[in-house]
Structures are given as structure tokens and as C-alpha cells.
């Protein structure tokens, strides 16, 4: 193991016992609940909730989410949340560990993963039950991580699951986007009534917990209730969304939402419950057939998933709870390595600063009306994506988000562009020629950051898939 990791976890320790111990017998009613409700390929602006007051286009013309809507009024709105890459594996293992995909080194979809310390003490559940014995933890629904969810220390999942086990077809790629009927699609009904029975029992024993929901929706293939495509098929398509089964699909995957909703208030524990929603990364560029799409699904966000662009990791993200200011935005950028640091702040300990972390805690932001910034290690939000993709960009590249301005480096010639991201969510005014020194001084921050943490680095042809990162031995 580690001997960082282990020295950042004796410190945990410490600060724990430190503060004084709390009589366990008294645990169960000042420790909070936490459900966190993980969607699959969810655009930021595919709900329809206003992701951000300013902007009209940040909600859906489509897509109907009224207990979405319900989650939002309740709590607040992050309308600059990142997820820590635009494919899913990576966002998944950032959660869970608080770090970056560059410096976990896991990068992409099906690579090895043997170099990652999947036994580390620093992960939400194992943190959460240093804290207090008596938390139990659960992980429902896709899981995206080459270890079962117990090596984290969940007492309760689903194993290791994927896109197959929601209904993906990897063999018939031609039929993900026809529409399919099912009383349970995406399986977003029977994930949600494992969750529904995990809460009533620690509701009932007056448990404290932890439940990650990782839904399977909105990911292809499309499926979804009879029922609810009837209704879509009679009302008029959106401009920028207008595929029905989809539609259909996300009001199902949102029953499912209000589902829990209601019975985190039936079983009396809502007054001690945070709930956080949001997705593992952008929608897809555009949903095919693409000759009947005028706009891109992320509009006005450009690109979508397989991208560092804005559409490919800006998502929704909502949260509510006790001390949570209820219905407004936070503009304050947040990414989901900031995510375990936060739960565990708002559990009641602050994770001291460490180099193992690349998140810090948002709890003062959302208690706060949010205002302020949040306190990490590195000076920018890192996105490191160092391969070529066919189906995006085509080019291996990375990127920095600091003070509102954001730094895209491409590999295969060094080119580099520089938006405002706050006047320019579409990024289409590059202002690397005329902010010269703005430019240089991120990437330094963005290519030293890499170089710290040994960030796998890009050459022609490497895929980072099949062989071990030591095999291929290309680092930053």
C-alpha cells in the first residue's frame, strides 16, 4: 500500500480522535444519511430543471422531470459542476476516491487497472465508518469499477456491474437507439426498490448510512415504459431534443427518483438526509439519426461525451438537505473529486489537506448561499484525456479550469485554447492569442500538475488498453 496513503489516513485518524469521541449510543441521531444518485450520460441541460438562472437553454425543451424539479426547489443548484471526465469509468473512480482520473492513471474505459490501490483506506464509505462504526453503506445499479463494491468498503451492492447488465447490447450497436418497452427499463425500478429496502432498514434501526444509486439510464440502448413513450409520441418534439423514446426514458428514470424521494419522507428521515443528484458525464454530441437534429444534444454547451469540451463534462448536480440553501444556484465550480471531502465534512470531520486529494470540501458553499470557493491542493479542476477517440475530437488532450477561464491542450501539435467559460459556455471565442500571459500561465499550472502525479502522457497509437500503464510505460 501506498505510505502516503497510509500517513493521509493516520492523520484522518487522528483528527478524528482528536476531537473527542461521541458516545456511540448517540451516533445514530447526529450523524446524517447521504444518498447519492449517480445517472448514466445525463446532459447538464436534460432535465427540466434550469441549471442555471441566467441561461434559457440550460433546461430541456423536451424532457419532463417534475420530482427533478421538486429535488431542485429543495435544495441548490451547482451550475458549474464537473464530473471528473467524459466517460464513465474514470468519473465513477473519482467519487470514490477523491482524486483525479490523471493521478489514479485511469483514464479510459476498459483499461487495466492493476496499478490501483483498490484497498485504500481513503474511500467515502471507509472514511464515513472511521467516523462512526455504525454507518452502513450500499451501492446500487452500475458500478463501472474492476473490483466489487465491498474492496471499498460497501456493505451492500449489486457486484460489479456495467452497461450490459442495464440492457446495453455491445453486439448490435445498430439498435441502440430504437425504442424498447419494458415494465422495468434500464432496470431504473427494480435498482431503485433494492435502494427503497436498504433505507426502510436502517430507517428502521435508526441507522445511519451512506447509498449510492448509480442508475443505468439514460444510457443506450432506449428503453423505457409503454406508457410513457405514448405520451411523448403526442406531444411536441423540442428543437434541440426530439427523440420520444429518450424523452420517455428520462421521465421513467425521474418516477424512479420520486420514488426514493417519497420514501426518504415516509420513513421520517428527511430532516437528516443529504441527497445529491447528477451525472457521470455529458450526453452523447448528438443522437442519431443526426440528419434530424438542427443542434447538438448539449446546445448551448459544445460537444458532448468523449470530450473535454463543456458538453462533455459539465453536468446537472443537485443537493439537498439540512443547512442547504433551497433554491438557487451556485456558480462556484466544482468537480467530483470534491465530492468525499464534502460528505465527509458535512458528516462532521474535515479531511486534512493532503497531496494524495485532489478535491476539497463545498459544504461552506452550499451552507452559505453559495458563495465562496472551495480549498484544494492543485489551483485548477484537471481533465486529462490522453487518447484518440474516433467518435470525438480525434485528438489527445487535457485541460484546466481556473478563475473562470478554461485551458484546452491538444497533444498532436501542443495547440492550445483558451476560453471564458463564465461569458462563454459555448466555447467558441478562443482567447489564447490575445490573453497571452493568462494562456501561458495555465498550461505551466496544467503540465505541472500532470508531471506531479505522473499523468499517463499520449504517443500515436497507444490506446491504453489491453497492456498494464507499466507496460506502456508513458508517463508525464
Not at 456495467?162 to 419494458?182: L, P, V, Y
Not at 501539435?413 to 476560453?419: A, D, H, R, S
Request: charged share 25%.
Amino acid at each position: 500500500m501506498n505510505f502516503k496513503i497510509i500517513f493521509l489516513f493516520s492523520l484522518l485518524v487522528m483528527s478524528l480522535n482528536c476531537s473527542g469521541q461521541i458516545n456511540t449510543e448517540n451516533y445514530s441521531e447526529i450523524s446524517p444519511n447521504f444518498i447519492l444518485v449517480l445517472t448514466d450520460d445525463q446532459g447538464w441541460n436534460g432535465t427540466s430543471v434550469s441549471m442555471s438562472d441566467n441561461q434559457p437553454l440550460s433546461k430541456s425543451d423536451y424532457h419532463k422531470t417534475p420530482n427533478l424539479e421538486l429535488l431542485a426547489r429543495n435544495g441548490m443548484r451547482f451550475s458549474s459542476a464537473y464530473a471528473s471526465a467524459p466517460v464513465c469509468s474514470p468519473s465513477r473512480y473519482s467519487i470514490q476516491f477523491g482524486q483525479t482520473p490523471a493521478r489514479l492513471r485511469m483514464i479510459r474505459v476498459g483499461m487495466n487497472t492493476d496499478h490501483i490501490d483498490h484497498e485504500t483506506p481513503i474511500t467515502i464509505p471507509k472514511i464515513l465508518q472511521t467516523i462512526n462504526p455504525n454507518y452502513r453503506t450500499a451501492h446500487f445499479g452500475k458500478w463501472g469499477i474492476d473490483v466489487d463494491p465491498s474492496n471499498l468498503g460497501y456493505d451492500e451492492s449489486d457486484g460489479i456491474t456495467g452497461n450490459k447488465d442495464g440492457g446495453f447490447d455491445f453486439r448490435n450497436n445498430k439498435n441502440q437507439w430504437q425504442n424498447t418497452t419494458s415494465e422495468d427499463p434500464k432496470k431504473i425500478f427494480s435498482v431503485t426498490q433494492r435502494a427503497v429496502e436498504f433505507i426502510e432498514k436502517q430507517a428502521s434501526t435508526k441507522t445511519p448510512f451512506f447509498l449510492q444509486v448509480s442508475h443505468y439510464a439514460v444510457h443506450s440502448d432506449i428503453m423505457m415504459r409503454k406508457e410513457t413513450l405514448k405520451k411523448y409520441q403526442s406531444l411536441s418534439a423540442g428543437t434541440r431534443h426530439r427523440h420520444a423514446g429518450f424523452a420517455a426514458m428520462t421521465e421513467d428514470l425521474d418516477s424512479g427518483l420520486g420514488i426514493l424521494l417519497e420514501k426518504v419522507k415516509e420513513f421520517g428521515i428527511d430532516k437528516n438526509t443529504y441527497i445529491i443528484y447528477t451525472s457521470d458525464n455529458g450526453a452523447v454530441p448528438i443522437m442519431p439519426p443526426r440528419s434530424k437534429y438542427k443542434f447538438g444534444t448539449n446546445t448551448p454547451l459544445s460537444r458532448g461525451k468523449w470530450d473535454a469540451m463543456e458538453g462533455g463534462i459539465r453536468v446537472p448536480f443537485i443537493i439537498s438537505g439540512p443547512n442547504i440553501k433551497s433554491g438557487i444556484e451556485s456558480k462556484v465550480p466544482i468537480s467530483f473529486s470534491d465530492i468525499l471531502p464534502t460528505i465527509i465534512d458535512i458528516a462532521g470531520k474535515k479531511i486534512p489537506l493532503h497531496d494524495e486529494l485532489d478535491g476539497g470540501s463545498f459544504k461552506k458553499v452550499a451552507f452559505e448561499n453559495g458563495k465562496g470557493e472551495v480549498k484544494r491542493n492543485e489551483i485548477g479542476i484537471v481533465f486529462h484525456v490522453p487518447y484518440e477517440n474516433g467518435i470525438a475530437l480525434k485528438r489527445a488532450h487535457s485541460a484546466i479550469i481556473q478563475d473562470n477561464f478554461k485551458l484546452i491542450k491538444f497533444y498532436d501539435t501542443n495547440e492550445v485554447k483558451l476560453f471564458s467559460i463564465i461569458n462563454d459556455i459555448g466555447e467558441k471565442n478562443d482567447l489564447s492569442k490575445m490573453l497571452t500571459e493568462k494562456t501561458n500561465l495555465l498550461e505551466l499550472a496544467l503540465d505541472e500538475y500532470l508531471t506531479l502525479v505522473k499523468a499517463p502522457k499520449w504517443k500515436p497509437g497507444i490506446t491504453w488498453k489491453n497492456k498494464s500503464i507499466y507496460e506502456i510505460d508513458s508517463f508525464h
